[in-house]
Nanobody
């Protein structure tokens, strides 16, 4: 599984960005796709997740209401819509995938597991 995150850029506080996580090789059936971010000198943190089997989304409570995660019908692109961006959202954003080989949930996967497949990140910079 190959993933590629894109859509980052330099924006001002209050602006919006939509990140895309594109997979190669066709649809991702029965995967958890997670979004993570890492700011300089900070630990990587989980942002959002979606299950490709039922399109059920999950967004971390700290950014709920500003970020939404979705997937296209072809199940080969996952989006992270980021609204009302703040300077503290500045980070490299990554997407990652974990096959649903056993019963789990998005939160359990992104907070407690090391996802198997990772893409290169995309830089998001929010100026004040």
């Amino acid at each position: 599984v190959q993933l590629q995150a894109s859509g980052g850029g330099l924006v001002q506080a209050g602006d919006s960005l939509r990140l895309s996580c594109t997979t190669s090789g066709g649809a991702l059936e029965n995967y958890y796709i997670g979004w993570f971010r890492q700011a300089p000198e900070e630990k990587r943190e989980a942002v959002a997740c979606i299950s490709t089997s039922d399109s059920r989304p999950y967004v971390d409570a700290s950014i709920k209401g500003r970020f939404t995660v979705s997937i296209n019908d072809a199940k080969n692109t996952v989006y992270l819509q980021m609204d009302n961006l703040k300077p503290e959202d500045t980070a490299v954003y990554y997407c990652a995938a974990e096959p649903q080989t056993r019963p789990s949930t998005c939160p359990r996967t992104i907070y407690l597991s090391e996802l198997r497949y990772w893409g290169k990140g995309t830089q998001v910079t929010v100026s004040s």
